[in-house]
């Protein structure tokens, strides 16, 4: 058994002659609104042959739609990345733009999560940009430019109420990490350390550097000592580096993410904010925490 989820951008209320025409047309079961206007699915017994002809249409309209098995939807962890998932900003670019080079270290963040770059080399290159910067610029850079993606709190809330586990884990820096999961109510973090001495950045970053691999390796190590599988888990991410988590993970949500990320998941969140992923696991508005 599948079930068939559509999500409307927020602000946009979803069309409920919409949601019935394709479930008629794909002889689903009846319409069951998670939030009037907001989110409806139906069940069905196997996945069209049109599906992503039919996403795209949607698309256009502003509606996420996101196909999965029924059982086992529900999941008992979050694995999340940070920078352009939990935030809305990347924060090496916003630490390079206080630097004076926020340009050529974005050109090459871009390049990075679009997989066109290796995610190592291409740390190091933008880290070494900020050699000098004051430590004190990430507090202001934290408090001035920095803002959470909507729906994370709810999101992790609502996960925890249910007795699930969060973990925030970044290829950015744990400076960053450590505010943001704290924030946001993780229970864990993991992330690059940036090295200073003197109250200045050196430029460099420690070893060893956690980027897909190590994200890879959070998960396995994380699961095996809550005495969960990966099948248990549902990731979210928008990089070329989130790919190994997301394809490990039970659920694998590509959130905003870059198309060449989009195109290797089955979820895709392109107008939707994080409180999809409570949506995603069946979960009603009602049942949503603050």
Known sequence: MFTALLLSAPGTKLDPILAENLRSAWGGSALDWLSPGEAVEFGLPAVP???WDVWADLQQSRVDLVLQKTEGRRKKMLLADMDS????????????????????????????????????????????????????????????????????????????????????????????????????????????????????????????????EAKVQALHEITERLGITPEDVIAVGDGANDLGMLGLAGTGVALHAKPVVAEQCEVRVNHGDLTALLYIQGYRRAEFSA
């Open 49 to 51: 042959d049109n599906r």
């Open 85 to 212: 998932t939990m935030i809305q900003q990347e924060c090496i670019d916003e630490l390079a733009a206080e630097a004076g080079v926020g340009a050529r270290v974005a050109e090459i963040t871009k390049r990075a999560m679009n997989g066109e770059l290796d995610f190592e080399g291409a740390l190091i290159e933008r880290v070494g940009l900020l050699e000098g910067l004051d430590e004190a610029v990430i507090a202001r850079v934290l408090e001035s430019r920095i803002t959470h993606m909507p729906g994370g709190r709810e999101l992790i809330a609502t996960m925890k109420a249910h007795g699930g586990h969060a973990a925030l884990v970044s290829g950015g820096f744990t400076a960053f990490t450590e505010v943001v999961a704290e924030a946001l109510g993780f229970h864990e973090h993991r992330a690059n350390t940036l090295l200073a001495a003197g109250g200045k950045l050196t430029g460099d970053v420690a070893r060893p550097i956690l980027g897909r």
